[in-house]
């Protein structure tokens, strides 16, 4: 019997049925939907653990560095009610997709195309892409963790306090062209996120990031309200919240709504299966629609906030706040520098950003760890120890491209190995998984519609509305593709027309391998 049992449990789904072992079942009217039973699969200790974990997987970099600017840049409040409605529209559906699949197999994504599509399909090579996407990202997501821990200390130490701008900016160039600093901050990160993983779930992604979205938060709201009280705010608070329909114009109702759509499709990190893992350690007792709603309401009020951080205390100094890496390190340090008590104010902003990084850097890992699992089949502490490794070597062309390797310029002069890496993930795999999750999920030939929507809405709570299949199947892949195709072609315009023909060329052919993927047929079953 306990020999039965075990071998049950190795065993995939559909091999379940062909050997007539009786597995609990849904049923509908036309298909059953079978639900597998791993009793030994790592589960969360509670909900809020997996909202937080979750949230802070979504909460990245992009929520503080870049949402803010194109905030107040398209629109203040206008702008917001569009990305709203897109983040509705876009992400939340994508999400509960991840999700789904996640929670439909117990696997991660190493698994988890191959345990529900039919047999004789294609879906599962996507998961050595997903894999290497993971890897892609955190090459140099985890150097840029590193340069958040580095600020910390030199806001700690005064390193910072009563410098210039011109002198703030040289200790960032400093740093960038310092290989040695660069690799021990790199490592560092990498150490920390690596032992969170290897606690385990419970004991490490779940009880370590609990506590640091918890804190960040709290820390969100001290320094909004400290934001909100300078004098002066109320001018960078009336450009960030402010409806100004003279600046959608001025930018272009249609590029607005591009923006809006953009940042939402993105702002969750969809597309390489690193919401996916946290859902197949769900368990069913609430609906994924609602679980995936409150993920949405998180990520986004960090988003909000954050500008309400940043953008106030920069009109009050009468500081132009940006974007992109330069507002964190140049602009910001220089808006404490003007500030009363700006010492703690700086050290309390960069443990906020720390712990947004790393939140992200160790949802990742856990990701990359999960699917080196079922990948390779091997233990949790060997994929840790291997990963250790791995990562560690993997980061080093994103840490040398600022120094050593400055003179390698991949995308064009100015370029970085780290700019590369991102397009990579950015623009292709992340827009392609997404296209990928979505056809899985709706065709026939894929898990199917009905099995999607009867895994979603198993448990309590938000039900997911089956009569949105249409917009579903033919909507959202095409709302997908234009995202992904106007990305490439806003990339490489300013580089010629020639330039963006064979880039664009090779956008097509990438969609085109995911569409092969997608289309291939099942064998047909005679049981």
């Not at 996640?102 to 050595?128: C, D, Q, V, Y």
């Not at 009336?238 to 100004?244: A, C, E, N």
């Not at 890496?325 to 902003?349: D, H």
Request: hydrophobic share 50%; proline share 3%; glycine share 10%.
């Amino acid at each position: 019997l306990h020999l039965s049992i075990r071998r049950q449990r190795q065993m995939c789904i559909r091999d379940r049925v062909k050997a007539g072992i009786k597995i609990m079942g849904l049923f509908n009217n036309k298909r059953k939907v079978y639900i597998t039973m791993n009793d030994k699969r790592e589960k969360f200790a509670s909900r809020l653990g997996f909202i937080l974990v979750s949230a802070g997987c979504a909460v990245g970099l992009g929520n503080v560095w870049k949402f803010p600017y194109i905030c107040g840049k398209n629109g203040g409040a206008a702008f917001i009610v569009i990305y709203l409605l897109c983040l509705l529209g876009l992400g939340l559906p994508i999400l509960i997709c991840e999700y789904a699949i996640g929670r439909g197999s117990n696997k991660s994504l190493g698994s988890a195309f191959k345990m529900l599509s039919p047999e004789g399909t294609r879906w599962h090579h996507f998961r050595w892409v997903a894999y290497a996407g993971n890897y892609l990202l955190m090459m140099f997501y985890t150097m840029v963790a590193g340069w958040m821990l580095n600020y910390f200390v030199y806001s700690l130490t005064g390193q910072l306090s009563g410098k210039n701008v011109e002198q703030i900016g040289g200790e960032f160039n400093n740093m960038l062209s310092t290989p040695s600093v660069m690799i021990f901050w790199t490592l560092v990160v990498v150490v920390i996120s690596i032992l969170v993983c290897s606690l385990g779930l419970q004991k490490g992604v779940e009880k370590i990031s609990k506590v640091m979205m918890i804190l960040l938060f709290a820390l969100m709201i001290i320094m909004a309200v400290n934001s909100l009280l300078l004098d002066g705010s109320s001018e960078g608070l009336k450009f960030y919240l402010v409806p100004d329909f003279s600046k959608m114009k001025e930018q272009g109702i249609g590029n607005v709504v591009f923006a809006a759509m953009s940042h939402a499709f993105f702002t969750l990190g969809l597309g390489i299966g690193s919401m996916e893992i946290f859902g197949s350690y769900l368990s069913r007792d609430c609906k994924l629609t609602g679980e995936s709603i409150n993920v949405v309401i998180l990520d986004t009020v960090v988003a909000l906030t954050a500008g309400i951080i940043i953008i106030p205390a920069c009109f009050a100094y009468g500081i132009n706040p940006g974007a992109g890496p330069s507002l964190l390190f140049i602009t910001l340090p220089n808006v404490f520098n003007q500030m009363p008590g700006g010492v703690i104010w700086e050290v309390l902003f960069f443990i906020f950003m720390a712990f947004a990084a790393l939140s992200t850097v160790i949802a990742v890992y856990e990701n990359i760890i999960a699917m080196t699992m079922d990948l390779f089949n091997c233990s949790r502490k060997r994929a840790s120890l291997v990963n250790l490794f791995v990562i560690s070597v993997l980061c080093m062309p994103a840490v040398l491209g600022y120094n050593v390797l400055s003179g390698v310029q991949p995308l064009g002069a100015g370029t970085t190995i780290m700019d590369l890496e991102d397009f990579i993930v950015s623009y292709n795999i992340l827009p392609l998984g997404c296209l990928l999750f979505v056809l899985f999920c709706t065709r026939k030939n894929g898990w199917g519609y009905d099995n999607f929507v009867a895994e979603v809405n198993m448990g309590k709570g938000i039900s997911f509305p089956k009569w949105l299949k249409g917009y579903m199947v033919y909507v959202l892949p095409v709302i997908d593709l234009v995202i992904y195709f106007k990305g490439y072609y806003d990339m490489f315009k300013p580089q010629g027309t020639k330039v963006v023909c064979i880039w664009m060329t090779v956008a097509v052919i990438l969609a085109l391998l995911v569409f092969y993927i997608a289309a291939g047929k099942g064998k047909k079953s005679n049981d």
